[in-house]
């Protein structure tokens, strides 16, 4: 296959990636090829986490941040600062080294919040809804009280992609002026307060054990280094589901599921309904005075209480 300058050999085309749906790796790579276009932006300029299957899914994979030695001089990387060194990311800007990717069993595409240039410094939000199994009503509730919350109280522009997985995400587009410690305060505290006027529904308890049937508000990616999944990314379970940007209203349809779209019909969705999330970047706002509006919030639940 070549793409542009780059001659990619793609290698065992009819190796089978998701053994109960059929799913070859050169299922795969039509897919990325198609979806290129959408899915590029969001891996635009960021660190990459790649998720890899090289057995395909029936056999665990792997998370890798390192470039192995191996990848071809071509191949964008990038260093960046950990705790007790530095790691040579990947990133992918371009539909070549998408390719590439694949041919190199990465299933599903894991990004920064931040961008390389302003690596402390997030420019997007994300909070991870995870409800109890079975329970996807009690996602698109949360996502519509952190919608309320976060755009008519905090005065913030909102977003929403089933996870392709369990549940929604809810990403916020901000402007990179404030690091990784304000951001992480501020959505533990946002997380804090949705749950505190909704304690029987939503919880933002780490262990499943202790979350009581409840919806798990997962604000923790919002650190240095953690990751979320990008949008059009297919997630590592049988029939391919896509991680799916979506319209508000979209969630007032009784029959979506985290899952509901996969590599076979998002085209057919795409056919009719422009990328939602496409004016992401240029809707983003300062997070400053909201920081100072959230507090003043939870203070005055406390108080209540």
């Not at 050999?9 to 790579?29: A, C, Q, R, W, Y």
């Not at 276009?37 to 890899?52: A, E, G, S, V």
């Not at 507090?295 to 209540?304: A, D, G, R, S, Y």
Request: positive net charge; charged residues 25%.
């Amino acid at each position: 296959m070549n793409i542009n300058t780059q001659e990619i050999k793609i290698t065992h085309k009819d190796k089978v990636l998701f053994p109960e749906s059929g799913i070859t790796k050169n299922d795969l790579i039509l897919y990325y090829d198609n979806i290129a276009n959408y899915i590029l932006p969001y891996l635009k300029d960021r660190p990459l986490t790649m998720q890899r299957f090289p057995k395909g899914i029936g056999e665990e994979g792997f998370f890798q941040k390192n470039a192995p030695d191996y990848f071809p001089k071509w191949i964008p990387i990038v260093k960046i600062k950990k705790m007790d060194g530095w790691v040579n990311h990947v990133v992918c800007n371009s539909k070549e080294t998408l390719l590439y990717l694949i041919n190199q069993n990465v299933l599903s595409f894991h990004v920064t919040l931040s961008k390389v240039e302003k690596i402390n410094h997030p420019d997007k939000l994300v909070f991870d809804l995870d409800p109890p199994k079975g329970n996807f009503k009690l996602a698109v509730k949360a996502a519509k009280a952190l919608r309320f919350l976060l755009e008519e109280k905090l005065e913030l522009n909102t977003y929403v992609m089933t996870s392709g997985s369990e549940g929604l995400h809810i990403v916020i587009p901000i402007k990179p002026n404030q690091n990784f410690d304000v951001i992480h305060n501020f959505t533990k505290t946002v997380a804090n307060y949705i749950c505190n006027n909704n304690p029987t529904e939503f919880t933002t308890a780490i262990r499943k054990n202790k979350r009581e049937g409840r919806l798990y508000i997962d604000f923790l990616r919002n650190s240095y280094a953690q990751t979320s999944v990008v949008p059009y990314s297919i997630r590592a379970i049988e029939n391919a589901p896509v991680a799916t940007p979506l319209h508000w209203n979209e969630l007032n349809d009784a029959s979506l599921n985290a899952q509901y779209y996969t590599m076979d019909t998002i085209f057919k969705r795409l056919e009719t309904i422009d990328d939602p999330w496409k004016n992401f970047e240029q809707n983003a706002n300062s997070i400053d005075k909201a920081i100072n509006t959230i507090e003043t919030l939870l203070i005055n639940v406390f108080k209540q209480h």
